[in-house]
C-alpha cells in the first residue's frame, strides 16, 4: 500500500530476492485507502520523523508518530491516511513468496530461528492488519542502532531488523513486542482537551493522577493512550513543551529568566536552567542575548 504510493517518492533497494525498502520524505497530505496491498505481501514503516494517522471505516484511528514501527498486512478497513507533519523514514515492503527463502537463509544466519508465519498472520488478524509498535525497548535498541549507521545502509539494517520483529510477534505465547491498540473517537477527544489544558496551564504543577483524573481515566489508560496518539510520554511531551514556551518568552518578552521559569512549572531558576540547557544545549541567558535582533547586539 504505501510502497505503491511511494514508488515515486523516495530512494528504492533491492536488499534480497523478495524484499526491498526505501528511504522518503513525505509532505503534509491526505490520500484516500485503499490502495493495493497483494495477497502475501507485507510493509513495515519505520518512522524517524513525523506522524500519520490511519482512519478505519468505523471511524477509529491508528497514529504512527516518530521513533515508531507501523506493520500493514491488509488494509482493507482503511479508508484514508494522513500525513500530519513531514514524514521521514524507511519503508520495508516484502513478498513472503518471492522472499521466503531469503528469510530461511536470514533465520539460519541468526542462530536457527523459527518463523512461524500462520501465528504472525493470525495476531495482525486480531488487529485489523495494521498495528504500531513501540516506544519499547527493542524499538528504542532498533532506532538508536538506526541513527548511527550511514544513510547507505539503512534500508539494509530495516529488512533485517523486520525480520525480527516478525520473528518477535511469532514467538509462542504473547507476542514479545508491545504493540498499541485502536484509538476511538472518544478517547482522542478527551486526551485532545486534556492536551489543550496542559497547553494553557504550563505554569501549574501538572501531575499524572491530576491529569487522568481530569480526563476520567486511570492513571495507566491515560499514559498509554498519550503516548500512543502523541508519540511521546506526558511528562516528555510536557517537558518539551515548557521549554518550547520558555524559548518564546526569553525571545519575545522581558521577563527576568526566574519569572520565564515560574511561567513554565519552575519555582527554581537554577532548575530551570538546567533543564534549558538540557534541552538548548545552553543557558536561558546566552539563548536570550543570541536571539536579540541584530541591530540590538552591542557592536565589537
Keep these: 500500500m504505501l510502497a505503491e504510493f511511494l514508488s515515486k517518492q523516495g530512494e528504492w533497494t533491492q536488499v534480497m530476492p523478495g524484499a526491498r ?72 515492503a516484502v513478498d513472503a513468496r518471492g522472499a521466503r527463502e531469503s528469510l530461511k537463509t536470514i533465520c ?25 509498535e513501540g516506544p519499547s525497548p527493542w524499538s528504542q535498541a532498533a532506532f538508536a542502532d538506526l541513527d548511527r549507521l ?13 525480520v525480527e520483529l516478525l520473528y518477535l510477534l511469532s514467538a509462542q505465547g504473547e507476542p514479545a513486542a508491545e504493540m498499541a491498540p485502536v484509538l476511538d473517537q472518544e478517547m482522542i477527544r478527551t486526551l485532545a482537551e486534556t492536551r489543550r489544558y496542559m497547553e494553557e496551564n504550563l505554569d501549574e504543577p501538572l501531575s499524572i493522577s491530576t491529569l487522568s483524573r481530569r480526563a476520567c481515566l486511570s492513571a495507566t489508560t491515560f499514559k498509554e493512550g498519550f503516548r500512543r496518539l502523541y508519540g511521546l510520554p506526558v511528562h516528555t511531551w510536557l517537558q518539551q513543551r515548557r521549554m518550547e514556551r520558555a524559548a518564546e518568552l526569553l525571545r519575545d518578552s522581558s521577563l527576568s529568566v526566574l519569572g520565564v521559569a515560574q511561567s513554565v512549572g519552575y519555582s527554581s531558576a537554577s532548575q530551570f536552567s538546567a533543564a534549558f540547557r538540557r534541552q538548548y544545549g545552553m543557558s536561558p541567558t546566552v539563548y536570550r542575548k543570541m536571539s536579540e535582533p541584530a541591530q540590538h547586539r552591542p557592536i565589537r
Excluded: Y
Excluded at 539460519?108 to 504500531?132: D, F, I, K, P
Excluded at 550511514?150 to 523486520?162: G, H, L, N, T
Design 108 to 132: 539460519r544466519l541468526l542462530g536457527g530461528l523459527a518463523l512461524n508465519t500462520e501465528q504472525v498472520r493470525r495476531w495482525m488478524a486480531s488487529r485489523g492488519g495494521c498495528a504500531v
Design 21 to 92: 525498502a526505501c528511504l522518503f520524505s513525505l509532505c503534509e497530505r491526505s490520500f484516500p485507502l485503499p490502495l493495493r496491498l497483494e495477497p502475501l505481501h507485507f510493509e513495515v514503516l519505520f518512522c524517524l520523523a513525523g506522524m500519520v494517522t490511519l482512519t478505519r471505516r468505523d471511524g477509529s484511528v491508528l497514529r504512527l508518530g516518530t521513533r515508531q514501527v507501523l506493520l500493514l498486512t491488509d488494509i482493507s478497513d482503511l479508508t484514508h491516511a494522513r500525513v500530519e507533519t513531514g514524514l521521514k523514514g524507511v519503508l520495508v
Design 150 to 162: 550511514p544513510r547507505s545502509e539503512r534500508a539494509r539494517w530495516c529488512v533485517w531488523k523486520s
